[in-house]
Nanobody, 125 residues
Framework: VQLQASGGGLVQAGGSLRLSCAAS????????MAWFRQAPGKEREFVAA????????YYADSVKGRFTISRDNAKNTVYLQMNSLKPEDTAIYYC???????????????????WGQGTLVTVSS
């Protein structure tokens, strides 16, 4: 599967952005999807994940209550709605996919087989 992330940009603190990740292929609903991010000088970290049906979602504590992950299987797209953005949310955001995953591995980069190219989100103070 190929992933194409978009929607990044420059926003002021307190603002909102919605990221999209479009996937190729006809079996999108079988893929567990996630967003990770990498800030300058830091390691890539888990942000959010969603099951194939969309019935289960997972969030990093740092974004819980501010970010919402969702998916539209008819459009082969996963979204990340980001509200109340903070300067510390500044990072390159990557979408990732895997056809199968252990619940223990949801937050681990190593669990995901496919990655998009990343989209830059910059939050100014």
């Amino acid at each position: 599967v190929q992933l194409q992330a978009s929607g990044g940009g420059l926003v002021q603190a307190g603002g909102s952005l919605r990221l999209s990740c479009a996937a190729s292929g006809r079996t999108f609903s079988r893929y567990f999807m996630a967003w990770f991010r990498q800030a300058p000088g830091k390691e890539r970290e888990f942000v959010a994940a969603i099951s194939g049906s969309g019935g289960s979602t997972y969030y990093a504590d740092s974004v819980k209550g501010r970010f919402t992950i969702s998916r539209d299987n008819a459009k082969n797209t996963v979204y990340l709605q980001m509200n109340s953005l903070k300067p510390e949310d500044t990072a390159i955001y990557y979408c990732a996919a895997t056809p199968g995953i252990s619940m223990l591995g949801v937050r681990s980069q190593q669990s995901y087989n496919y990655w998009g190219q990343g989209t830059l989100v910059t939050v100014s103070s």
